[in-house]
């Protein structure tokens, strides 16, 4: 399943940040925040019964 951000702002923001990790100016732990603060949860799934 693919990254769901939060919103189009936090997938730039976060886009921003992958290009700074790729070029040494963040680390791995900056990066591991930008994840958290970009990246909402997985919506749970859904009972097929749910779905009509």
């Known amino acids: 399943?693919?990254?769901?951000?939060k919103s189009e702002a936090f997938e730039s923001i976060h886009s921003s940040a992958e290009a700074l990790l790729k070029i040494g100016a963040?680390?791995?732990?900056?990066m591991g925040e930008f994840d958290e603060a970009c990246i909402g949860e997985a919506p749970a799934e859904i009972p097929p019964a749910q779905i009509e």
């Open 1 to 5: 399943m693919a990254n769901a951000f």
């Open 26 to 30: 963040i680390d791995e732990a900056a």
